[in-house]
């Protein structure tokens, strides 16, 4: 598969790194039944510029940068002119979208990304490539809630469902924002690794229902990672009066809404979809400053399959990455021998 040659706007980039989400496994089995094959996935992008259209003016041949999980917008509705591109109802996905050019978008999972120098970010020098690619996907799905919702307030208690790629990094975040952070699993192995590890401040089993009866009410707001089914009752009991549930993942199946839990303290369960270009940068350089970076384990580009079938399994802490820069070729030449 071509990448089309470098417009007066785009940005060339030789992809080094790319994380593997678990959006990429639903979209190559086709779970949301708009899949679009042949498919390259991949929207966790970290390379290095290796040319510049004639108009960019941000970047230079041998910036580090990033490309996230979209690659292009209308810029024309509200949503663009508030520097929400991620909620434009016209915005191309990095794969498995049509491209201005009526072309299929493909995604990091391939040596070269050409992308509109406007869809790149900036990374951080001190932040590793390998490490730093799944802040451009996990990264800004937690850091935008946690923003928009005001939740980073220091004193602040916030819950995070899910130890997992995008809830350990929200971990992170939570607590770069100076607020007090519960993690919510149903795995009791896990309490070590999220207090020792990633620096939770405390640990509730869901299905302990000593450990959660204790803690109702105290939580201001709570990051919902899980995208298995469950229930969202004892999660809202959590939570003080004109507390916030915030779902950040797509669940497989619906959800039933308790009304009167809600009704009851008046709280909320809302929703959030990544962030736009500019809260994107401003994530990434609060990461350079906090020293943020994923858990992650480096993988060669020919164990991608065995990756999924991990992460379908929860087999990862907490993130793959694809060595993409010093691996793909080598792939390449194996099958052609």
Not at 240 to 257: D, F, N, R, T
Not at 274 to 280: N, R, V
């Amino acid at each position: 598969m071509k990448k089309r040659a470098t417009g007066e706007k785009d940005v060339r980039v030789r992809v080094l790194f790319c994380g593997i989400c678990h959006t990429d496994l639903h979209m190559i089995k086709n779970e949301w039944g708009k899949t679009r094959y042949p498919l390259v996935p991949g929207h966790e992008i970290v390379g290095i510029v290796t040319e510049v259209g004639s108009k960019v003016e941000k970047f230079k041949v041998g910036d580090k940068v990033g490309v996230g999980f979209f690659i292009g917008a209308c810029h024309s509705c509200d949503n663009c002119g508030n520097d929400l591109e991620n909620y434009c109802p016209k915005k191309i996905y990095t794969y498995g979208s049509t491209d201005y050019d009526g072309t299929v978008t493909q995604g990091g999972f391939s040596d070269v990304m050409v992308v509109e120098d406007r869809y790149v970010v900036r990374i951080p020098d001190n932040l590793p490539p390998d490490a730093a690619a799944p802040l451009l996907c996990a990264g800004i799905t937690v850091y935008s809630p946690l923003k928009y919702f005001e939740l980073t307030k220091p004193g602040m208690h916030i819950g995070v469902v899910g130890l997992g790629g995008v809830g350990h990094v929200a971990v992170k975040f939570a607590k770069a924002f100076g607020v007090k952070v519960t993690v919510i699993s149903t795995s009791p192995n896990k309490k070590k690794e999220a207090i020792e590890l990633l620096g939770a401040d405390s640990f509730l089993v869901s299905h302990d229902q000593d450990q959660m009866q204790d803690a109702m009410g105290t939580m201001d707001g709570i990051i919902d990672t899980v995208f298995a089914v469950h229930s969202l009752l004892p999660l809202l009991g959590l939570l003080k009066s004109h507390g916030k549930l915030i779902m950040v993942a797509a669940q497989s199946g619906p959800l039933e809404l308790p009304v009167y839990a809600l009704m009851s303290g008046r709280k909320v369960v809302a929703s959030s979809l990544s962030g736009g270009l500019k809260e994107t940068q401003e994530m990434i350089d609060f990461a350079g400053k906090h020293n943020i970076t994923a858990d992650v384990e480096v993988v060669p580009m020919e164990y991608v399959n065995t990756a999924m079938e991990r992460l379908m399994k929860g087999d990862i802490r907490y993130r793959f990455v694809i060595d993409i820069g010093n691996t793909l070729r080598a792939g390449q030449d194996k099958i052609a021998q």
